[in-house]
């Protein structure tokens, strides 16, 4: 039997999709799943008419495999993937490559590509991004680790990879877990987003009144503009869909409470690990966090009093600013993650394209959207950039909405409305534009209770106070 270009194990949805997306490409894979029956279903159903091995045995999928042996995971991250790993460290040869698809923190890559290296294999963390749909016809991919295997599946990848203009979204990230690294701060980013979105959803039903078909129009309308943005589109498509049995607005039925699987976390562990400021990104995690208090926020909402204004002003301009609103917080949640992004590839000598990096994600992913082109713009005029708030094409953009965005999240508190993320959004922005912070009263409360030190504006040197003494 012809043996099989690559494999697969972990058929999931994801897994299946990919699968048929390699298979779609010209390639024979051969694929493996710990629940056997989990892989006969898809033989017999999905990829009945495709090129696929299926193996029920992992001698069997790994004997199917042409050399060197290229093998994609697609496991739930964290302790799966080593148990994988260690099944497949008996039946491997030195060469062969191993491939981590799933959303693994960085840090576990790392070890993962040091480990099977000195056994003499190569290993690789790839973010794929771009759920089911992306998965089967095209994803963002960020590979990451050795620099070797990429040289030896990059083809593969590209070709399975969303195409934008005949670029394939697709490119070798860096060595050991960068590849992961940036994914994961793909989805810190992709919260934010989420959040924002939902957030002027929230005023537009809280304080407008308005009904879905109406925000529907609102959503559909931005994402023809400089908002256009799948997040944005599948917003306006969403709002649209009524329920086969109520033939009410769907979104009306679903219950508020948002899930998350902690790429969100991790982006905001890193920042602080780091010390880079992602506050809108974090707030994002938090109001997950919240939205999962259902039960407690139903008892609180008949205990508390709200002691809110009613809103008074024009809709149409209220909803006008929301959009300004919205764009402005967008830079600034890109602008965090970017940040973060620089900040770990100088102190993990990665070297990352941030530019390029903006282009990988312009089609298959989540947060692909139209302003991508001028992140990448941004970079190319100035690869130093301090932050994004500070490229030319963002901040003229920043100071037309500035105004628009303090009336919504001035509103939003009189109104009692929480906007966690456009509020620290705004917050970020007057923080990095400010000549001055009141920290100087945190270094001296430090110095008083820590002998913590503090610098002085006016003499060069490191200074303490015996404060109780004097």
């Given at each position: 039997?012809?043996?099989?270009?690559?494999?697969l194990?972990?058929l999931a949805?994801m897994?299946?999709?990919?699968v048929?997306?390699?298979?779609?490409?010209?390639?024979?894979?051969?694929v493996?799943?710990?629940?056997?029956?989990?892989t006969?279903?898809?033989?017999?159903?999905?990829?009945?008419?495709?090129?696929?091995?299926?193996?029920?045995?992992?001698?069997?999928?790994?004997?199917?495999?042409?050399?060197?042996r290229r093998i994609?995971?697609?496991?739930?991250?964290?302790?799966p993937?080593d148990?994988v790993?260690?099944?497949?460290l008996?039946?491997?040869?030195?060469?062969d490559?191993?491939?981590?698809?799933?959303?693994?923190?960085?840090?576990?890559t790392?070890?993962?590509?040091?480990?099977?290296?000195?056994?003499?294999?190569?290993?690789?963390?790839?973010?794929?991004?771009g759920?089911?749909?992306?998965?089967?016809?095209g994803p963002s991919?960020?590979?990451?680790g050795?620099?070797?295997?990429?040289?030896?599946?990059g083809?593969l990848?590209?070709?399975?990879?969303a195409?934008v203009?005949?670029?394939?979204?697709?490119?070798?990230?860096g060595?050991?877990?960068?590849?992961?690294?940036?994914?994961?701060v793909?989805n810190?980013?992709?919260?934010g987003?989420?959040?924002?979105?939902?957030?002027?959803?929230?005023?537009?039903?809280?304080?407008?009144?308005?009904?879905?078909?109406?925000?529907?129009?609102?959503f559909?309308?931005?994402?023809?503009?400089?908002l256009?943005?799948?997040?944005i589109?599948i917003?306006?498509d969403i709002?649209?869909?009524?329920?086969?049995?109520?033939g009410?607005?769907?979104v009306?039925l679903i219950?508020?409470?948002?899930?998350?699987?902690?790429?969100g976390?991790?982006?905001?562990?890193?920042a602080l690990?780091f010390?880079v400021?992602?506050?809108?990104?974090?707030?994002?995690?938090?109001?997950?966090?919240?939205s999962?208090?259902?039960?407690?926020?139903?008892?609180a909402?008949?205990?508390?009093?709200a002691?809110?204004?009613?809103f008074?002003?024009?809709?149409?301009?209220f909803?006008?600013?929301i959009?300004?609103a919205?764009?402005?917080?967008?830079?600034?949640?890109?602008?965090?993650?970017?940040?973060l992004?620089?900040?770990?590839?100088r102190?993990?000598?990665w070297?990352?394209?941030?530019?390029?990096?903006?282009?990988?994600?312009?089609?298959?992913?989540?947060?692909r959207?139209?302003?991508l082109h001028?992140?990448?713009q941004?970079?190319?005029?100035?690869?130093d950039?301090?932050?994004?708030?500070?490229?030319?094409?963002f901040?003229?953009?920043l100071?037309?909405?500035?105004?628009a965005w303090?009336?919504?999240?001035?509103?939003a508190?009189?109104?009692?409305?929480?906007?966690?993320?456009?509020?620290?959004?705004?917050?970020?922005?007057?923080?990095?534009r400010?000549?001055?912070?009141p920290?100087?009263?945190i270094q001296?409360?430090?110095?008083?209770?820590?002998?913590?030190?503090?610098?002085?504006?006016?003499?060069?040197?490191?200074?303490?106070?015996k404060?109780?003494e004097?």
């Amino acid at each position: 039997m012809k043996k099989a270009q690559v494999g697969l194990i972990g058929l999931a949805v994801m897994g299946q999709n990919l699968v048929m997306n390699m298979a779609n490409h010209g390639y024979r894979v051969a694929v493996y799943n710990r629940t056997a029956e989990k892989t006969r279903e898809f033989m017999t159903d999905v990829a009945k008419d495709a090129d696929v091995v299926a193996g029920y045995t992992l001698k069997e999928f790994v004997g199917s495999l042409e050399r060197p042996r290229r093998i994609l995971i697609m496991v739930k991250a964290g302790y799966p993937v080593d148990a994988v790993i260690d099944e497949l460290l008996a039946l491997v040869d030195e060469g062969d490559i191993i491939m981590d698809c799933g959303n693994s923190f960085f840090a576990d890559t790392v070890r993962r590509e040091k480990a099977l290296a000195d056994r003499g294999l190569l290993y690789m963390g790839v973010g794929v991004s771009g759920g089911e749909e992306g998965a089967l016809n095209g994803p963002s991919i960020m590979p990451g680790g050795s620099l070797v295997a990429w040289e030896q599946v990059g083809t593969l990848l590209k070709d399975i990879s969303a195409k934008v203009e005949g670029e394939a979204c697709c490119d070798y990230i860096g060595p050991d877990g960068a590849g992961h690294f940036v994914k994961t701060v793909h989805n810190g980013i992709e919260y934010g987003d989420m959040q924002l979105i939902s957030e002027s959803y929230g005023l537009m039903k809280q304080l407008l009144g308005m009904s879905a078909d109406a925000m529907q129009q609102v959503f559909a309308g931005w994402n023809k503009g400089k908002l256009d943005s799948y997040l944005i589109e599948i917003t306006a498509d969403i709002l649209g869909r009524k329920d086969t049995l109520t033939g009410k607005p769907l979104v009306d039925l679903i219950l508020d409470a948002a899930g998350q699987k902690g790429t969100g976390m991790w982006t905001s562990q890193q920042a602080l690990q780091f010390g880079v400021a992602a506050p809108t990104i974090a707030e994002a995690v938090f109001a997950r966090c919240a939205s999962a208090l259902k039960d407690q926020r139903v008892r609180a909402s008949q205990l508390i009093a709200a002691q809110a204004d009613a809103f008074t002003g024009d809709a149409a301009a209220f909803i006008e600013d929301i959009g300004q609103a919205l764009y402005a917080a967008k830079i600034c949640s890109y602008a965090q993650g970017f940040d973060l992004l620089k900040t770990a590839s100088r102190e993990n000598g990665w070297d990352l394209k941030l530019g390029d990096i903006a282009m990988l994600w312009r089609g298959g992913c989540i947060i692909r959207a139209r302003f991508l082109h001028l992140i990448k713009q941004a970079y190319d005029q100035q690869p130093d950039l301090d932050n994004l708030l500070v490229a030319p094409v963002f901040k003229a953009e920043l100071e037309k909405a500035q105004k628009a965005w303090r009336r919504v999240v001035s509103t939003a508190a009189l109104c009692g409305v929480p906007v966690p993320c456009l509020s620290s959004a705004l917050s970020y922005f007057d923080s990095y534009r400010a000549e001055w912070l009141p920290a100087n009263l945190i270094q001296a409360q430090r110095d008083y209770f820590g002998a913590h030190t503090y610098h002085r504006v006016d003499r060069d040197g490191v200074f303490h106070t015996k404060w109780m003494e004097e």
